[in-house]
T-cell receptor
Framework: ETGVTQTPRHLVMGMTNKKSLKCEQH?????MYWYKQSAKKPLELMFV???????ENNSVPSRFSPECPNSSHLFLHLHTLQPEDSALYLC???????????????FGEGSRLTVL | KNEVEQSPQNLTAQEGEFITINCSYS?????LHWLQQHPGGGIVSLFM?????KKHGRLIATINIQEKHSSLHITASHPRDSAVYIC????????????WGAGTKLIIKP
């Protein structure tokens, strides 16, 4: 039990499908993150939510749409993805102090996405 | 040249050996993270440090801010330590962005 739970762990979808990845953290943290990890590449930060407000969007294509309904839940809605979007999507959370991010990151197990 | 460089990229050792993984960075930082990723994909934070040395069980992390260098040591290594070890730094210029190293793949043979 890592305190950060991601579902589903594996997802296969076609390019015309709509699906969502879910992340839930049980740590009482105030910041949540979506990262993308492609094969043999460093992690790429996609989105950050701090106190439910999106504070970072790293030029992510609009076919990825995040939603943070409360400080414990984070979704990544997927629509008309491309095969090159196949990757491991990792959710993380941290406890941030005002004025900047200083907290240790806690990661979920990841959702392995394959786009056909 | 990447802003965070890890060495070696791959390391294979025998059980019981003392392991050292290095991380060098070229930016001013507010913190450095060491993380572990197992084949299943999940990532575990091992250390977050901004100065000196931290120890947790058989793991030791050190950082030299002047030299912009950090090391992760594993004493009495065990096959279950086999994983990818990742160094990431939080730049002083950034609130949430971490600059990630490419990782060091460690295999400990019984």
């Amino acid at each position: 039990e890592t305190g950060v739970t991601q579902t589903p762990r594996h997802l296969v979808m076609g390019m015309t499908n709509k699906k969502s990845l879910k992340c839930e953290q049980h740590l009482g943290h105030n910041a949540m993150y979506w990262y993308k990890q492609s094969a043999k590449k460093p992690l790429e930060l996609m989105f950050v939510y701090n106190f439910k407000e999106q504070t970072e969007n790293n030029s992510v294509p609009s076919r990825f749409s995040p939603e943070c309904p409360n400080s414990s839940h984070l979704f990544l809605h997927l629509h008309t993805l491309q095969p090159e979007d196949s990757a491991l999507y990792l959710c993380a959370s941290s406890q941030e102090k005002s004025g900047g991010a200083t907290g240790e990151l806690f990661f979920g197990e990841g959702s392995r996405l394959t786009v056909l | 040249k990447n802003e965070v460089e890890q060495s070696p990229q791959n390391l294979t050792a025998q059980e019981g050996e003392f392991i050292t993984i290095n991380c060098s960075y070229s930016v001013g930082i507010s913190a450095l993270h060491w993380l572990q990723q197992h084949p299943g994909g999940g990532i575990v934070s091992l250390f977050m440090l901004s100065s000196g040395k931290k120890k947790h069980g058989r793991l030791i992390a050190t950082i030299n801010i002047q030299e912009k260098h950090s090391s992760l040591h594993i004493t009495a290594s065990h096959p279950r330590d086999s994983a990818v070890y990742i160094c990431a730094v939080r730049s002083m210029d950034s609130n949430y962005q971490l600059i990630w190293g490419a990782g060091t793949k460690l295999i400990i043979k019984p």
